[in-house]
């Protein structure tokens, strides 16, 4: 899908498209239903296409500040409207009482889990809103959202972009690809919603959390 939108565009469109789209998965709710993995590894492979490697590399540092950005405007939503949003809503899943320990899980491993999120689709667009409705202190967020988006910006551009050659090649390679990746999918949105379940069913400690 992500490829077919990126085949008939030149590299400005490419550059476009991207960055746009980069820009809303990490922001925005909506971004939930946008295909940020396969879009920047079919970026890559466009660009190899008309042999653009210096494009790709300037692509994977713009799109990873973009990212950067996106995921801290996602947590100033949540920081400034996420709480009061969770709380009219009254959810069985992010409530009040699921939200202090959402806090209490930041608190303990919210670095790890905002650097992995990158790589869990869905999971990446909530972080933001989850972390900054939770409080989770500004420069701990900032920090392992940037390693988080220079970790997976670049390596997916640029695997797309040296890649592309040996998928023409190697027919079999993009077989394996596309199973990899459906599997990737499936297996970190699992982790995902496990490690969740897991920490919603541990008792909400006693000790209050410094906001």
Partial sequence: MATGLLDSAGPL???????SFVFIECAFIVGLFL???????AAGVVLAQGDHEH?????????????????????????????????RRGGKVMNEHNLQRAREFLDRRGFWAIVFARWIPWIRTLAPLI?????????????????GGIAWVPT?????????GLLDELPWLQTAALVGSVAFLVL????????????????????????
């Fill in 13 to 19: 469109l490419v550059w476009a498209i991207v960055l």
């Fill in 35 to 41: 295909p940020g993995d396969s879009l920047l590894f």
């Fill in 55 to 87: 494009q790709a590399w300037w692509l994977s540092l713009v799109a990873t500040g973009v990212a950067v950005v996106g995921n801290q405007v996602g947590y100033v939503i949540g920081h400034k409207a996420g709480h009061a949003i969770i709380t």
């Fill in 131 to 147: 972390a900054g409705a939770a409080k989770m202190d500004p420069r701990r967020f900032a920090l392992a959202t940037t390693i």
């Fill in 156 to 164: 997916l551009v640029l695997v797309g972009y040296y890649a592309a």
């Fill in 188 to 211: 970190g949105t699992a982790w995902g919603v496990w490690r969740y379940r897991q920490e919603m069913h541990k008792p909400i400690d006693t000790v209050s959390i410094t906001e």
